[in-house]
Every structure is written in structure tokens, then in C-alpha cells.
């Protein structure tokens, strides 16, 4: 077996949105540069992901010189959207709490809302004061996040899921296998490991950059959505619940925090220190 490796780099423009692969990616310490500073919000002001519009995982967001974005969808003309006047934001809910977020042009609000036949606005993170504390039962005083679920990264491995569709395939539902990766919106994915290995990391060095490897992932009906098609079928979450639970979580993936800041690019190894 090779020595582990960084195999792939994603990252996500607008939260819950189609991913982009990359060849490399800075590293900053809420997260990955340009992951996840954007993201979708209903008439409450309440986040919008694929939990509620599993069509999400058809749109697309590429990211512009500045921070903008271009957005595109299957048999749509694309929308090109600046970033935001910082001067006007609205307080939006996501969970634990609630973020200050610029509000986009009126153009990307209704962009958005043809799409997924529900109005909805898209906000932006711009200020670096706006960034969200980590959970405190995991983080250390001042470390943050941009707008992910609670950590600045996600990491699988191939190996993991290499397990995990033996597994479906000898299911309920080997049909609706196996699985690509994209299911589980990684951030990065590691080749060259044992199966499950991660689950006893809990530092990683790839390439430069240090990583604290926090806690693993619990997973939540996006798993079960085609990205390509955003229809809804029962795997992953059927056999995770049989053999990767911890009470009412089904696992999949690891939690990760930087430790630093840097460039961390396709094929860097990836060591485990501690």
C-alpha cells in the first residue's frame, strides 16, 4: 500500500451547493479559502440547504477574482454576482446560533428562487468578526468558523468508503450503490489508509499544515441525495446505521481544526503526529 496521500481538495462556494475539486487550496483558520462564505436563507432568515432542497446539489457557484461568483444551473443562462455592500446584513440563523451576513444583489435572490420554487435570499460572511465560535467542547478559545455546520473542515478517506459500499452492497439496497464521495461533502479526502483508520487520529500533518482531528461526523439525509439527479433514496443512512452508530449519530468522516495556515495541494502526504 502507498503511504497516505491528500487525493482530492473540495471545496463549496455556497453552502450546500454543488462542490468544485481543486488541485490546491489555503488553508485559513475557519476553513478552507473560499469554502463555504456564502449560503442561502428563507423569509425567517432561517438557512436554506439541502436538507429542505435536495435541487440545491444541481446548482452551481464558481468563485470570481474578489470573492464574487458566478452561478450556473443545467439549461440556465448564468448570474454573476458581486459581493455584497457590507453595510447591509441581515442576522441569520444557523445552528447553534445566529451570524451577520451582507445581503447580495436583489438579481442573485431571484436567481436562486426560480430555481428552487421558493423564495429565498443569498447572504454572504465577509467580515472575519462575523466568523462563528467552534463548539467550545471541541475548540480552543478564539478558533472559528465560516459558515460549515460547526468545524472548518472535513475529512474522509477512500478506504472508508471503499468499506462502507461492501457494505451496501451486501444490504437492503445494493441498487442505489456504490456511492462516490461527494455524498459526504468532504473538504478533503485521504487515500493510502486502512479502512476507518482516521477514527484514531487525532492530529495529521498534510503536507505542511497541522490539523487537529476533533471528532467524527454525524450524518444527515444530504447523504442520501444524488448530486447529480437530487433525488432522495435510503443509503447511506440505512447501513451506517448498523455498523457505524454512537447512539442516535451515524458516522462517516472526521471533523478537523487547523493548527495553522498554508497551501495544502493533491498528492502531499499525509502523516499522522498524534
Same mark, same amino acid.
Given at each position: 500500500?502507498?503511504?497516505?496521500?491528500?487525493?482530492?481538495?473540495?471545496?463549496?462556494?455556497?453552502?450546500?451547493?454543488?462542490?468544485?475539486?481543486?488541485?490546491?487550496?489555503?488553508?485559513?483558520?475557519?476553513?478552507?479559502?473560499?469554502?463555504?462564505?456564502?449560503?442561502?436563507?428563507?423569509?425567517?432568515?432561517?438557512?436554506?440547504?439541502?436538507?429542505?432542497?435536495?435541487?440545491?446539489?444541481?446548482?452551481?457557484?464558481?468563485? @470570481?477574482?474578489?470573492? %464574487?461568483?458566478? !452561478?450556473? #444551473?443545467?439549461? *440556465?443562462?448564468?448570474?454573476?454576482?458581486?459581493? =455584497? &455592500?457590507?453595510?447591509?446584513?441581515?442576522?441569520?440563523?444557523?445552528?447553534?446560533?445566529?451570524?451577520?451576513?451582507?445581503?447580495?444583489?436583489?438579481?442573485?435572490?431571484?436567481?436562486?428562487?426560480?430555481?428552487?420554487?421558493?423564495?429565498?435570499?443569498?447572504?454572504?460572511?465577509?467580515?472575519?468578526?462575523?466568523?462563528?465560535?467552534?463548539?467550545?467542547?471541541?475548540?480552543?478559545?478564539?478558533?472559528?468558523?465560516?459558515?460549515?455546520?460547526?468545524?472548518?473542515? @472535513?475529512?474522509?478517506? %477512500?478506504?472508508? !468508503?471503499? #468499506?462502507?459500499? *461492501?457494505?451496501?452492497?451486501?444490504?437492503?439496497? =445494493? &441498487?442505489?450503490?456504490?456511492?462516490?464521495?461527494?455524498?459526504?461533502?468532504?473538504?478533503?479526502?485521504?487515500?493510502?489508509?486502512?479502512?476507518?483508520?482516521?477514527?484514531?487520529?487525532?492530529?495529521?500533518?498534510?503536507?505542511?499544515?497541522?490539523?487537529?482531528?476533533?471528532?467524527?461526523?454525524?450524518?444527515?439525509?444530504?447523504?442520501?441525495?444524488?448530486?447529480?439527479?437530487?433525488?432522495?433514496?435510503?443509503?447511506?443512512?440505512?447501513?451506517?446505521?448498523?455498523?457505524?452508530?454512537?447512539?442516535?449519530?451515524? !458516522?462517516?468522516?472526521?471533523?478537523?481544526?487547523?493548527?495553522?495556515?498554508?497551501?495544502?495541494?493533491?498528492?502531499?502526504?499525509?502523516?499522522?503526529?498524534?
Amino acid at each position: 500500500m502507498l503511504p497516505p496521500a491528500l487525493s482530492a481538495v473540495y471545496i463549496h462556494p455556497v453552502k450546500s451547493l454543488a462542490a468544485h475539486a481543486a488541485d490546491e487550496a489555503a488553508v485559513e483558520p475557519w476553513g478552507l479559502d473560499g469554502d463555504r462564505r456564502w449560503m442561502l436563507i428563507d423569509n425567517e432568515s432561517k438557512v436554506v440547504t439541502q436538507r429542505q432542497q435536495p435541487r440545491m446539489a444541481q446548482l452551481s457557484a464558481g468563485i @470570481l477574482p474578489g470573492g %464574487g461568483l458566478i !452561478l450556473s #444551473a443545467p439549461g *440556465s443562462p448564468s448570474l454573476t454576482v458581486e459581493v =455584497p &455592500d457590507p453595510a447591509h446584513t441581515v442576522v441569520a440563523e444557523l445552528y447553534p446560533g445566529k451570524v451577520e451576513l451582507a445581503v447580495a444583489a436583489e438579481a442573485a435572490h431571484a436567481w436562486f428562487s426560480a430555481r428552487l420554487g421558493a423564495e429565498v435570499r443569498l447572504v454572504h460572511l465577509d467580515a472575519p468578526s462575523h466568523r462563528r465560535p467552534v463548539d467550545p467542547e471541541f475548540g480552543r478559545p478564539g478558533e472559528t468558523v465560516s459558515l460549515a455546520d460547526g468545524f472548518p473542515l @472535513l475529512l474522509t478517506t %477512500g478506504a472508508s !468508503l471503499d #468499506a462502507l459500499n *461492501s457494505w451496501v452492497a451486501r444490504g437492503d439496497h =445494493p &441498487d442505489e450503490g456504490p456511492l462516490p464521495m461527494n455524498r459526504f461533502r468532504p473538504n478533503v479526502v485521504v487515500d493510502g489508509t486502512a479502512p476507518w483508520a482516521e477514527d484514531d487520529w487525532k492530529r495529521i500533518e498534510i503536507g505542511e499544515v497541522a490539523f487537529r482531528v476533533v471528532k467524527p461526523c454525524g450524518r444527515c439525509v444530504i447523504t442520501t441525495t444524488d448530486q447529480r439527479t437530487a433525488e432522495r433514496g435510503k443509503e447511506p443512512l440505512r447501513t451506517l446505521a448498523r455498523h457505524r452508530r454512537d447512539g442516535k449519530y451515524l !458516522l462517516f468522516g472526521r471533523h478537523m481544526i487547523p493548527e495553522g495556515t498554508g497551501v495544502i495541494r493533491v498528492g502531499d502526504p499525509v502523516r499522522v503526529i498524534g
